[in-house]
């Protein structure tokens, strides 16, 4: 008794499974055409898009002959390069036009540094045009830099190997993530977790999170800090790096930790600029494109 049912069952399943197959194929004959969705926050300054080139050399050459094309998740960044008759495709818009072009394969990485807000928008987006008719027959999205336990280890390990050789012990490494109200935010305590394991001299702070800059300052304060070197954690040494970091106004970090007693360094330089950060990305969109 058990074992007929047990053959029935499989027998229904084995019959799913083919009308399922079935299915897929019946009506979309198309051939495989597999594409890559590169998809960053966006910057609108120029000199901070050499993070975006370095990622885009390093997608073509690890995917040679694959269509490669960009979105940018901030709209007020793709409405200003608007107006400078710069047009940059939202998500949306970049998935809609690889819809039309017959895409049947398309693996959008982010290039967001934590799954906070603007990634999770980029999965609901692309999740909608999974299954769309004569659409995509599957989208992946890459994970951002920040994804796994070992994700954090390992680009702690690889972002500190980039930091000034010239500092010295005594002299501390100030990271400016950006920081969010969103769960994600978590990541910047963590990452302050495992770079304060590996040298009690670097500190990470966020711009809209937390940790915040005064508890950078109160770190920096307890351990008689003089030199800091200021160093963006973001992919782009964009507006936030430039302005709220290295800037002249009184309220930049700079400002603030110079008005401390603190020499400040600002090393304008994003993540995505350093090859061996922007591997981490790529390996994210590699272990994507192996879905395919
Ligand atoms: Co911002």
């Keep these: 008794m058990f074992h007929r049912t047990a053959r029935t069952t499989l027998l229904t399943i084995f019959c799913l499974i083919f009308q399922a197959s079935l299915l897929m194929a019946h009506g979309d004959t198309r051939p495989m055409k597999k594409g890559i969705l590169l998809v960053a926050f966006g910057t609108s300054i120029p000199e901070a898009e050499k993070s975006f080139k370095n990622i885009d050399t390093k997608v073509k050459a690890a995917f040679p002959g694959v269509p490669v094309r960009w979105a940018y998740t901030s709209k007020i960044i793709r409405h200003k390069l608007a107006r400078e008759n710069k047009i940059i495709d939202s998500p949306s818009e970049a998935l809609a036009k690889m819809m039309d072009e017959d895409f049947t394969h398309v693996a959008v990485q982010s290039l967001h540094t934590i799954p906070g807000k603007e990634y999770n928008a980029l999965r609901t987006t692309a999740k909608a045009f999974e299954g769309l008719p004569k659409g995509m027959r ?8 920040l994804y796994s336990p070992q994700d954090v280890k390992k680009a ?6 980039q930091f000034p ?6 002299e501390a490494i100030v990271l400016m993530g950006h920081g969010t109200e969103h769960p994600g935010n ?29 508890d950078v300052l109160t770190g920096l304060k307890k351990k008689g800090i003089t030199k800091a070197y200021l160093i963006p954690l973001m992919s782009v040494a964009g507006d936030h790096a430039r302005n709220d970091m290295a800037g002249d ?12 007693g603190i020499t400040c360094v600002p090393v304008l330089k994003g993540t995505a600029e350093y090859d061996a950060v922007a591997d981490l990305w790529l390996d994210h969109l590699q272990t994507a494109m192996a879905h395919f």
């Design 138 to 145: 599957s989208i992946i999205v890459g994970a951002p830099l």
């Design 156 to 161: 702690v390990k690889i972002i500190a190997a």
């Design 165 to 170: 050789r010239e500092r010295k012990p005594d």
């Design 186 to 214: 978590i990541y910047y305590p963590a990452l302050q977790y495992y770079f304060g394991q590996m040298d009690p001299n670097i500190f990470v702070g966020t711009v809209e999170g937390s940790p915040t800059l005064d």
């Design 249 to 260: 106004e009184d309220d930049s970090w700079k400002s603030i930790l110079t008005k401390a």
